[in-house]
């Protein structure tokens, strides 16, 4: 029976540090299922969804601190179960752009909250603009079911964004959305 391990590992933004952590992963005889890297600053971060057995997992539980240690890496494991998929008909894309503004985050994901949405990925970027201006993009992937109103919920999303003082535009991805 397959087991799997949710990691995360940051540190300094380096070449071949993903490497490391791949070839450790698979010298443990486990796999890689699932994984993203992003940069933030100098930092790197990486979340992956590891299989293998139960053996497999406890070598690389046991391995992946020592490892990381000499590597400078932060990292966190944490036992997990094989995803199961929601019954998503379709995907919701919302783009937000405008100025940048402290609580924005938070407002949108407390209107997500509220309405028990399932949030399938977001992400934000701030940047300066060619006026000096702080300007700010958000990019949220909502999985939506067959009980969820998308002409209702976008109509909510634009009143938000309004509300915010920023632009909104939507991309519908229809069919069953797995992540």
Known sequence: MTQYLAVTA???DRPGIVN?????TASCDCDIIDSRVAIFGNE??????????????ARLEAEL??????????????????HTPMDFTSRLVAEF?????RGTMKRITQ?????ELDLAGFSSNARQGDDGAQLQQVELRINVTARVDLDALEASL?????????QCRFHRMEGAQQD
Request: net charge negative; charged share 25%; proline share 2%.
């Open 65 to 82: 601190p020592v490892h990381a240690a000499q590597w400078e890496l932060l990292t966190i494991c944490k036992r997990t179960s094989e």
């Open 20 to 24: 490391k952590l791949a070839k450790l």
């Open 111 to 115: 209107f997500l909250a509220d309405r």
């Open 44 to 57: 790197f971060s990486l979340i992956m969804l590891v299989g293998g057995s139960y053996a497999a997992i």
């Open 158 to 166: 634009e009143e938000l964004a309004r509300e915010l003082n920023l």
């Open 97 to 101: 752009e405008g100025l940048d503004r």
């Open 10 to 12: 940051m540190g300094t």
